[in-house]
């Protein structure tokens, strides 16, 4: 199976800065370890529909949600198994679950996508 580690959230005041990270930290079966993949952030907020937050695509091309550019950027390592979301001048809006996502490619994992169980991010006022 695939699994994915995220780390990174908790409670923040208004203004401060939180870095989530998302690693595959299982791969189904040695050669999905060259599966081609993207790799992304999403996040929940109570009572919300879940939406895009930014990406890393298989061409390496990272991809931030115009409502959170200039505050939010993302970057991935050199083996493209992981993801870091930094986020800055948070404010009480993105208190959310913000959950990783990997899309796969090729057909070398038997299924689309994974997800991670989500990590939370509170901010207060």
């Known amino acids: 199976t695939v699994q994915l580690q995220e780390s990174g959230g908790g409670s923040v005041r208004t203004g401060g800065s939180l870095r989530l990270s998302c690693s595959i930290s299982r791969f189904y079966g040695t050669s999905a370890t060259t599966c081609s993949r993207d790799m992304d952030w999403h996040r929940q907020a109570p009572g919300k529909e879940r939406q895009f937050v930014a990406s890393y695509d298989r061409f390496g091309r990272a991809q931030v949600s115009p409502d959170l550019k200039g505050r939010f950027s993302i970057s991935q390592d050199s083996a493209k198994r992981t993801i870091d979301l930094q986020m800055n001048a948070l404010s009480p809006d993105d208190t959310a679950r913000y959950y990783c996502?990997?899309?796969?490619?090729?057909?070398?994992?038997?299924?689309?996508?994974?997800w991670g169980q989500g990590i939370e991010v509170t901010v207060s006022a």
């Open positions: 996502r990997v899309v796969w490619f090729d057909g070398c994992v038997p299924w689309p996508d994974t």
